[in-house]
């Protein structure tokens, strides 16, 4: 695959320097000096590679696609196109919702290299999620890049036109959303080839598999993702796509961008979460230890919510200057009341979504090709069954029962209610 | 305008032989005795230029885009790019449901140039409409035309990268796009600078604009229409786009084509013919005159709502190859009943669109722009206003309650008692 792309080359460590050492953008950060950079590949990239790239003058990090998936192999083989769509998704991005997202120093769309922004001493949120750390200002950052993005992305806000050029440029990210179509929505639902999971879940697995309900509304899910082309999403917003400092939040790698549904973004998130919630007791150093820290996270989720709501209903009151629900109609009218009835109406909408999308992600996230670390790290694995098995429980639950549950707090209840039952 | 493209040049009956009697697959049907030609342009197009063209040996139908809006003129300029549109369009439906959409002889996308199959002795449905004739066969081409078009144009069917392609190439059909978002789901709820309506429906019109439900509800719709790429749509499907015989039913002028909720069309052709039903009394020869017509029309309602339902039915049972409901995961793993209740559930979200769109598409003709020739040709305008406010009425319930009304028994009574009562 790779020999057929002409002049593509798959950056090293040793040929970093020679490479990119006299492009002025990189080097007005790490100085024209480039024999003095420092190269370091990540190596924990399920598709790309990654480096960090620093001199004495500052840091930058280097993403290059590689022609297949980095987890599988040269089998399986996925264009170097998706750095181009990364590099337009986050250009988009970082308009929406400035700050949150590295700014792009320079992209190469022949070699598929993005060089950008090195969030330091940011780690990644998974990994803080696993160790137990609180990180304040966590939920607000999300909540409100999740509204900002997808409001901004949509026909809520933007000229029709653009919006319509940008639905076509995104559309052709075939390859990436096909992996979310099938891994997502699809290989959890039968015993497909990529699946893999815990052996204890056997039996669960088993009736979730006969869970008629269940299969037919994860396809209900599926045909919004692929069909309903609300706004530009991150598409892969899970707590692996989220960096942190004590003091900062940050947004990290949409190729799998796409324009879908509102709610696919802050369903996926909010999933990981309910999931590294579950997995608490595998990380544990004694019985309970992790209690609080749960807490926390049930905290976040509902705040992640709250902020997402409430900065939609400011920019929905503020910044509706697209298609659809024209102030023309509605305040100019002298109907203020009309727009706060359509808004609550879609954020309802919202709202099932996201449930939904959260559930199908647990569930994906168990039984499918990409699990979680918060649970695979867990080597007891009569433990991380128990902590998966509520997962699929709670997942379960939101993808059947999303148009019946109306307010956060049940959610959370229901977890709650689940962590303590399930063993 | 016109003088900014180069080449373009508009046809006319003079041109005609010279500028398309060399082209071959014109000449396979009219002979290469071009001089023995003659032209008549029909000159009832809203859009377009179009002429037909005929010979001893046959005749064709030359339609050309104006790079203007010809009901309105250069002021509203008008891409001629929709003669490609309506071109890729035409092929798409041939292949879905062959012998239903005129055969292409020759396209010329620079010229925005479409030769195509004349259907003859055919007239427009619309003035079969008026003039009270019945058409055998009707319902059920039309239902399925809807049925395999709009099941083969999406996910439920085609190649997910091809489905892909076409939402790019017909996503740029941004102008045409604009006029339905504008004139169908905008303009009827304020009072917008293109509208216009009978006088006597004064009141009303300030009723349905302060009607609170109605105006969020026909925005929730447009939401649909914007964002929902489920199939690719005929996008203007009204009994004018219709072309009927005493034996056949054919389908023309899809230059609206977008990817939208499957709901769109059918919604609009149901709307028109219910438009149509009110609208005989001001066609009568004298009262009751064509109340049997009247109880025609509503069957044909039934019978396309029937035909639609059991073709789409047939096709998910016997063709659903797409991403959506994969037979891998139904019918494979002996799940068939499951499949059942997806398709129930999916018909049942059709349903709904259906009659929302049919609602706003009535109230869209008789408030906005473009009016329908069954009212407009109404000269008593007492008579003309009472068929129009049925009309709103019964678009108004549609879109209001169009969760709550479960069968189409239940929708043509509401017609039969809102024929009786309004006055």
Redesign the interface.
Known sequence: MADKISNYEALTVDTMAGRLGSIESITDILGTNSSKWTSEEMGDGNLNLVFIVKSDQGSVIVKQALPYVRLVGDSWPLPLKRAFFEYHALIRQAERDPGTVPEIYHFDGAQAIIVMQFFTPHIILRHSLMAGTKHDGLAKTLGQFCARTLFRG??LSMD??KR??D??LF??N?AL??IT?TLVF?DP??DAERNHHTPQLDQLVVEL?AD??L??EA??L??KF?????TMLHGDFHTGSVMVSESETKVIDPEFVLYGPIGFDIGMLLGNFWMAYFAQPGHAIAEGARDDYQNWILGVVDDVWAEFSSEFSRLWREERTG????K???E??G?T??SE??LA??LQDIWQDTLGFAGVEMIRRTLSLAHIAENDSIENEELRADCEARGLKLGRQLVVNRSRMNAMATVNDLARTIAKEAK
Do not use: G, T
């Open positions: 949509s026909d029709a036109a319509k050029a639905v076509a559309v052709d075939v959303c096909d179509e699809s639902y039968f598999r008629i309900d299969k037919v396809q209900h599926k045909s692929c069909n309903n082309a609300e298609i659809l629900y024209e023309s109609l509605f100019d009218q109907h009341l009309a009835q359509a109406h879609r």
